[in-house]
């Protein structure tokens, strides 16, 4: 069984995905890390991220260890992953590793084009959102958390700039896939949240298996 988890920069996809597949068992993997370590390499090349070559030599040249480094989140960090995002040779690069993954034993995927591209059948897509100014205030909170000083109007700007280029970009644009399961979590907590989306998985889930 595939569970594609989709949605804007700081929905709250990774938590609510997490918990889903440790519920159903299934393994969990996040995209946006993909991204997040091409960028990474980029930058560490002392390259642009919007450089078409130096982005998929980075793509072709990840390791396992560039997932677990400790850089990979934080403004630079997102709006690199961001760039390198937009490009569709990037994206193509990582499309393979992202099927076989999920076709091994079934997975849930969070990103923002599992349900699109990735796994168009899956058995189950939630299209996570909530208000940019929500978003902006967990992503803040969660920066202060780590110990990163940072300023929420700041936060609010990159959210939404990175939205921007994630619906606008003309390879994989963030969208939702047209049988998601809209789940706004603006006035729900981590908890609250992950009742929701089971009850919306139940629901599709034994509706399916009639
Ligand atoms: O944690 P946050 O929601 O801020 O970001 P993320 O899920 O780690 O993704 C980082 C960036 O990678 C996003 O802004 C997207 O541009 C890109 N991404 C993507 O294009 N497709 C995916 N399946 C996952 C991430």
């Known amino acids: 069984m595939i569970i594609a988890v989709d949605g804007p ?4 996809k990774g938590t609510l ?21 091409v960028g ?7 390259a642009d991220p919007r450089d078409v070559p130096a982005a998929l030599a980075a793509a072709r040249a990840l390791q396992p ?28 690069e990582l499309l393979e590793f992202q ?11 969070d990103g923002r084009d599992i349900g699109t591209v990735v796994f168009p059948t899956a058995e189950a897509k939630l299209f996570v959102t909530a208000s940019a100014e929500e978003r902006a205030r967990r992503r803040h909170a969660e920066l202060l958390a780590r110990g990163i000083t940072a300023d929420y109007a700041q936060v609010l700007s990159e959210v939404r700039d990175r ?10 644009p963030l969208r939702p896939a047209a049988d998601a399961m809209l789940l706004d979590t603006t006035h729900l907590d981590a908890q609250a949240a ?17």
């Open 194 to 210: 992950f009742t929701a989306a089971m009850t919306l998985l139940n629901t599709k889930l034994s509706s399916d298996s009639i």
């Open 99 to 109: 099927r076989r993954f999920g076709r091994e034993h079934g997975a849930v995927l």
């Open 163 to 172: 939205d921007a280029q994630d619906e606008n970009r003309p390879v994989a």
């Open 9 to 12: 920069a700081a929905a709250g």
């Open 40 to 46: 990474r390499r980029v930058l560490d090349a002392g």
């Open 17 to 37: 995905a997490r918990r889903l597949a440790g519920t159903f068992g299934l393994p969990y993997l996040d995209t946006g890390l993909l991204y997040r370590a």
């Open 65 to 92: 260890a560039d997932f677990t480094r400790a850089d990979l989140r934080g403004p630079v960090a997102d709006m690199a992953a961001t760039a390198v995002a937009a490009i569709g040779d990037v994206r193509a």
